[in-house]
């Protein structure tokens, strides 16, 4: 069974930075789209950012020039990189695997931005 297990999020001053970790235990990750989603309270779970097997990357127009996906094949991780960091960024971020056809989210981790 494929799992993803999140980590990084916390809370930051507006304008500060965080890190997104996501491990998944699969195998044939190089083959996977990874995707890190959001939703923040009262509002529909968004795409923020993703990564094809290509390495080719889609950033949503509200995080675009301030956050960064990547990924470790080695790892069988993905990351997002999280840079000036506004209220509106306050969400739920989860981690997404599309491999084949199927579907894998992760369990969320919470990411609180303060004024």
């Known amino acids: 069974q494929v799992q993803l297990v999140e980590s990084g999020g916390g809370l930051v001053q507006a304008g500060g930075s965080l890190r997104l970790s996501c491990a998944a235990s699969?195998?044939?990750?190089?083959?996977?789209?990874m995707g890190w989603y959001r939703q923040a309270p009262g509002k529909q779970r968004e795409l923020a950012a993703a990564?094809?097997?290509?390495?080719?990357?889609n950033y949503a127009d509200s995080v675009k020039g301030r956050f960064t996906i990547s990924r470790d094949n080695a790892e069988n991780s993905v990351y997002l990189q999280m840079s000036s960091l506004k209220l509106e960024d306050t969400a739920v971020y989860y981690c997404?695997?599309?491999?084949?056809?199927?579907?894998?989210w992760g369990q969320g981790t919470q990411v609180t931005v303060s004024s």
């Open positions: 997404n695997l599309n491999l084949w056809g199927s579907n894998v």
């Open positions: 699969v195998s044939r990750f190089s083959d996977a789209t």
């Open positions: 990564i094809t097997s290509t390495g080719r990357k």
